[in-house]
């Protein structure tokens, strides 16, 4: 009877277990057993049960790898590194002026710190990094699946081979609601710079190219460039909250982000010229939700949920005075100089910063300061 | 400096030294008898093939926790990451990323350094081949610059070898679009910069505070620096210097109907020639412009720019056949400015007249007697 029971048991830990760690079919659906030919890792972002996607800019292409990193832990330790560059070009066996890291994303799941790091020959890297170690991620022989952001309609058609792939600087990626949004910039046309891709990806193509234009004060109006963005919920109401190159915050109605639509966002803030936004995370204190915005060049950024929520209008006027801002206020945290920033968990994220004495360091905070 | 420190160092400089003495040994055995030797693919240090005789005492089944690569002077000394795979004579190391070149990696089994090599460094000097747009006289509004090398050049660091001046020498900063992942091609000889749209656009904040970052009428200089390093660690050796004049914003979308075709004659591979109506973007004219033939298919051939991004010839692999053919031009070929054939870079929402299309191709067609 003993053993039984401890068979009954067995199976039914392993049933927990494989529960935990396999993503369903449905979501594997077009992947293959093989070793994706990335040629280099610009961007990294999360989906679910430890799909990693992986923006290629040189290929203009987005991967898919399924990690098999899915055990969920609750709480992450903390990271906390000095001079993370040196460390990991140690690791690499070369010097810091060699490596480059691209992006940093913590998996959701089992709260592990995922690194892309681009070599000085191109060649990409991807590394997990916790306090005591730095371990490569092998893409041999992995179940990934692959799709090449779209070329223009004419380069599609039949016999139009031959030409050189175009580069497509992946500037942000996230996985929302069964969707890979990602916007970028091309080293050819202006653009077409943000698309929204149905994940599991599939040979039909079904990638809207979104035409979001950005109106400044009414006026003068331009395709834009999104540098970071976010998806969130204000009033009931889905949206991209997104930022541009010059800092102003702008939410797009995700129902009204429709391919062959021209939409233009509505601003919300203006956070100071001469920056540009980096990276953008969700966190939560007791009942209030935050964006946390990290800058190229002014401190990170805290922004309260309910101060976008209740913006009602758009920014029309203009900013007077030098490096001013208008719209929805900000509390600007002691952190300057954060190159990479992610959500670790539910109460700490985690940032690289160049250190004014020249120091690139990878550390924690809680959401104590918020 | 105290007592205990002072010792210390000396101890640890003595340890170095004989550590480079035993290494130093190891090198001259290596030059004759080539224990270690490097594998190269495509000009890369992609491997380290260690000889048997070189770690006698080594078992396969405990190579990779016996055997450890490192680089010598690492800032935090450690194994490298990378794969150690058995052969027929001894022991191949790849590590993840190509060794550095210039750089010396030490072999250690069992903690104790075995052998050491050098990656030696490349002599070829790498070369800026080209800049556009080529012209020096460019509108108020530029958008894109592209800079073409002769080899893979080492990319994220660009804005320290890029600067451009004014007249009088002085360093205008901001102007370039700093973006996280620079716009390299994926053999890392082409880069292409953008002056930051939000300057450019009219009405934007920083294009009301700093302005656009190239003002009418005056003068600059876009300089490239000669420190730029190859990925094999070359540098560029000598500084490029291309000086301007900059025009009135370019307000006005391409027009194909203005183009001048020179027809080539039947049965030859003459050039078909196109007279632009203005200067168009380098890159998107070697990519959104197709010669298709009477059936739909597109002509094979190659594609010369040249007179200032004015003159677009394009020379067939076969002769012409007598018959129709047609140019189709991606509606999203742009000017210097940024201007496509829908669509200017900016639109005036106020200006009633403000015109604006939806067309993917613009179709040229010409017939060959």
């Known amino acids: ?370 | 400096m105290n007592k205990r420190t002072c010792r210390l160092r000396y101890y640890s400089e003595l340890i170095l030294f004989s550590l480079s003495l035993i290494i130093s040994c190891k090198l001259k055995k290596e030059d004759t008898a080539t224990p270690v030797s490097i594998l190269w693919e495509d000009g890369r240090a992609s491997g380290l093939f260690i000889s048997k005789d070189e770690v006698p005492l080594v078992v396969d089944d405990s190579l990779s926790r016996e055997v450890e690569v490192r680089l010598l002077k690492a800032a935090h000394p450690t194994a490298i990451a990378g794969n150690f795979t058995i052969e027929q004579d001894g022991y191949l190391f790849k590590p993840l990323i190509p060794f550095t070149r210039g750089l010396q990696y030490a072999i250690f089994v069992k903690g104790k350094p075995l052998s050491a090599i050098i990656i030696p460094k490349d002599s070829i000097i790498p070369k800026l081949l080209a800049i556009y747009p080529s012209k020096d006289s460019l509108p108020e509004n530029l958008l894109k610059i592209h800079l073409f090398f002769s080899k893979p050049m080492v990319e994220g660091h660009s804005s320290q070898f890029i600067k451009l001046t004014d007249a009088k020498g002085d360093s205008l900063p901001d102007t370039f679009l700093t973006l996280q992942s620079e716009l390299w091609n994926k053999e890392s000889t082409e880069l292409t910069l953008w002056l930051d749209p939000g300057r450019i656009k009219r009405d934007l904040v920083p294009n009301k505070l700093f302005g656009p970052p190239l003002k009418n009428g005056r003068h600059y200089q876009l300089i490239i620096s000669a420190d730029w390093p190859d990925q094999e660690g070359n540098l560029l050796m000598h500084t490029f210097i291309k000086g301007f004049t900059v025009l009135a914003r370019d307000t006005v979308s391409p027009s194909p109907a203005r183009w001048k075709l020179t027809i080539p004659k039947y049965g030859t591979v003459q050039p078909l020639v196109v007279d632009l109506d203005k200067s168009l973007d380098y890159i998107l004219l070697e990519n959104a412009i197709w010669v298709v033939d009477g059936t739909g298919n597109s002509v094979n051939g190659s594609v010369q720019i040249d007179n200032g991004e004015m003159k677009y010839r394009f020379t067939p692999e076969k002769p012409w056949l007598r018959g129709g053919y047609k140019l189709e031009i991606e509606t999203r070929l742009e000017d210097l400015a940024g201007n496509n054939l829908n669509r200017l870079f900016e639109l005036d929402l106020k200006n009633p007249h403000h015109q604006e299309q939806n067309k993917k191709l613009y179709e040229k067609k010409w017939q060959i007697e």
């Not at chain 1, 290629?56 to 832990?73: G, N, P």
């Not at chain 1, 330790?77 to 040196?86: E, T, Y």
């Not at chain 1, 779209?150 to 175009?166: M, T, V, W």
């Not at chain 1, 946390?292 to 920014?315: E, Q």
Request: proline content about 5%; some cysteine.
């Open chain 1, 1 to 370: 009877m003993k053993k039984l029971i401890f068979s009954i048991a067995a199976i039914g830990c392993f049933l927990i277990l494989v529960a935990h760690t396999r993503p369903s079919s449905n979501l594997l659906k077009g992947f293959v057993i093989g070793t994706p030919e990335i040629k280099s890792m610009n961007s990294l972002a999360f989906g679910p049960d430890g799909i990693l996607f992986i923006g290629d800019s040189k290929t203009a292409s987005i991967f898919a790898i399924d990690t098999k990193d899915a055990e969920k832990l609750e709480n992450a330790i903390a990271l906390d590194i000095k001079n993370i560059d040196q460390k990991i070009a140690s690791f690499l066996g070369t010097e810091t002026k060699n490596i480059s890291i691209q992006d940093i994303k913590v998996n959701p799941l089992s709260k592990k710190l995922y690194c892309a790091v681009q070599a000085a020959d191109g060649t990409p890297v991807l590394l997990i990094i916790d306090n005591d170690k730095i371990q490569p991620v092998s893409l041999s022989s992995v179940p990934y699946s692959k799709i090449q952001l779209n070329n223009p309609p004419s380069e599609d058609a039949k016999d139009r081979g031959g030409r050189p792939l175009r580069v497509w600087a992946i500037s942000y990626m996230k996985y929302a609601d069964g969707r890979v949004l990602v916007s970028g910039l091309s080293n050819q046309e202006f653009g077409s710079t943000f698309r929204s891709i149905p994940f599991p990806f599939t040979n039909e193509q079904d990638q809207s190219s979104l035409e979001i234009y950005h109106a400044a004060h009414g006026q003068y109006e331009t395709a834009a460039p999104i540098r970071t963005f976010t998806t969130a919920e204000f009033n009931g109401k889905k949206y991209l909250l997104a930022s541009y190159t010059c800092t102003p915050l702008v939410l797009f109605p995700l129902d009204e982000l429709k391919p062959g639509l021209h939409v233009r966002g509505r601003t919300v803030g203006e956070f100071g010229a001469g920056n540009s936004p980096i990276d953008m995370i969700t966190m939560k204190k007791g009942d209030d939700l935050f964006l946390i915005m990290a800058n190229s060049d002014r401190p990170v950024m805290k922004i309260k949920y309910k101060d976008i929520a209740s913006f009602d209008g758009s920014l029309t006027t203009q900013v007077k005075e030098f490096f001013s801002i208008a719209g929805v206020p900000y509390i600007s945290f002691p952190f300057v100089g954060v190159v990479q920033l992610d959500k670790l968990d539910e109460n700490q994220f985690v940032y690289i910063q160049r250190k004014s004495n020249g120091d690139l360091d990878l550390v924690t905070q809680t959401t104590r300061f918020l």
